[in-house]
């Protein structure tokens, strides 16, 4: 199971740390994912890590968030700096387990077979 958090109220320009726990010893051998879904639009793709650490953002978000991993905590973080109100939405973090998912497909929300229950990030303009 996975446990997000870390969402919250800020102002444009701020940051939040998201962190994602997961109840098992073996997420450093998972895909994770982080999406988020913003009112009366589709999930879609925020940032990826793979089991070997190699990561992938969608465009809107590279150079100011950063998804990260602690194996031996069993959690996974999605930093989020310089944020504007484009980014408010309830974010959610998956897992691809075991991994299947290539470097090219970490964006498709299909291949997450565990999603946690989501955070809300607000921010204000």
């Known amino acids: 199971q996975l446990q997000a958090s870390g969402g919250g109220l800020v102002q444009a320009g701020g940051s939040l740390r998201l962190s994602c726990a997961a109840s098992?010893?073996?997420?450093?051998?998972?895909?994770m994912g982080w999406f988020r879904q913003a009112p009366g639009k589709e999930r879609e793709f925020v940032a990826a890590?793979?089991?070997?650490?190699?990561?992938s953002y969608t465009d809107s978000v590279k150079g100011r968030f950063t998804i990260s991993r602690d194996n031996a905590k069993n959690t996974v973080y999605l930093q989020l700096n310089s944020l504007k109100p484009e980014d408010s939405a309830v974010y959610y973090c998956?897992?691809?387990?075991?991994?299947?998912?290539?470097?090219?497909?970490?964006?498709?929300?299909?291949?997450?077979?565990?999603w946690g229950q989501g955070t809300q990030v607000t921010v204000s303009s």
């Open positions: 098992v010893r073996t997420l450093r051998t998972y895909n």
């Open positions: 890590i793979k089991w070997d650490g190699s990561t």
């Open positions: 998956a897992a691809d387990s075991p991994p299947v998912a290539p470097y090219s497909q970490l964006s498709n929300g299909r291949l997450y077979d565990s």
